[in-house]
């Protein structure tokens, strides 16, 4: 058996398309177009790759745009400041905090003082705390794991009743994919460095999601046959047939995974596409809200 790949750039090109012509008829309604706000700290060329994709993709869907760019020398106050100039701007709805910080910056004070309302990244404590109460709805849930809930739902796979195994407890993607995941009706199990037996737990899901930052480490042995696979992880690993002389890689080993999976995403063009997608949906939503 070869696994159905789930393309996550096809589907969120799909759904970006939606958004722009969303845009459209909220410019023509109100005047002016959502806005995105981005406070980047640091010298991660990772994060300032993923800044300049997020820029993109606002022109693509005709967001207006703004970027707080500071170095990795930035103090506490530089860093909060930047966000509450967002929190003030009534050209912005949304805002995000590029993580990680600088070693020196207390991630959790800059996180608090984004305004809830335009928490579109969904990290706030608050909008974590509802995403993990039964009955509750938070405003926005993080862009990350509201990708791989769409995947599995643009795939078909069902949720209600399935074993899910999370690899990874990260706030980011690991704790808040797995809340959902229970929201869903699903029964999860979350994984991690200190979990014993990890392949035999593995084996018993439906679902399994993959965040743990480690280059290929779940190998098809570990997988139920027909198993639904979202692979969260982006490994670069030394590659020198390749030009650049290295590549990406999943935390799982597409290659074996891929003669078991019933379904699963590559690496790239799988979940990441559907994060900055997702960032631009909670964007939208947030813009809605604010002139409602």
Not at 93 to 98: D, E
Not at 262 to 291: D, F
């Amino acid at each position: 058996m070869v696994a159905r790949i789930i393309d996550g750039k096809l589907v969120a090109d799909r759904i970006q398309d939606e958004i722009a012509s969303e845009v459209q008829q909220f410019v023509q309604q109100h005047g002016y177009p959502p806005g995105l706000g981005v406070v980047l700290a640091g010298d991660n060329p990772a994060s300032a790759q993923y800044v300049r994709m997020k820029r993109r993709a606002c022109e693509r869907v005709g967001f207006y745009s703004l970027a707080h760019t500071m170095t990795v020398s930035s103090t506490q106050a530089e860093v909060e400041d930047a966000v509450q100039a967002f929190n003030d701007d009534p050209r912005i709805h949304g805002i995000l905090v590029q993580l990680p910080l600088p070693k020196q910056i207390q991630e959790e004070p800059v996180l608090q003082r984004v305004s809830l309302d335009k928490d579109v990244d969904g990290f706030h404590p608050i909008n974590v705390g509802l995403l993990g109460m039964k009955g509750r709805e938070p405003l926005f849930t993080p862009a990350t794991p509201t990708g791989c809930m769409v995947l599995l739902r643009e795939a078909g796979v069902t949720l209600e009743g399935a074993n899910a195994v999370v690899i990874g407890r990260s706030n980011i993607v690991g704790l808040p994919v797995a809340l959902m995941l229970m929201k869903a009706n699903a029964t999860v199990t979350v994984c991690h460095s200190r979990t014993k037996n990890m392949a035999e737990i593995v084996r018993q899901a439906d679902i399994v999601i993959a965040a743990i930052g480690q280059p290929e480490y779940v190998k098809g042995s570990w997988l139920k046959p027909g198993a639904a696979v979202i692979d969260v992880g982006t490994n670069r690993i030394d590659d020198l047939s390749t030009d650049k002389g290295y590549r990406f890689v999943g935390d799982v080993e597409f290659s074996s995974a891929v003669e078991v999976a019933g379904a699963i995403t590559k690496v790239p063009g799988g979940v990441g596409p559907m994060t900055i997608t997702m960032l631009l949906q909670n964007t939208m939503k947030a813009a809605r809200r604010k002139v409602v």
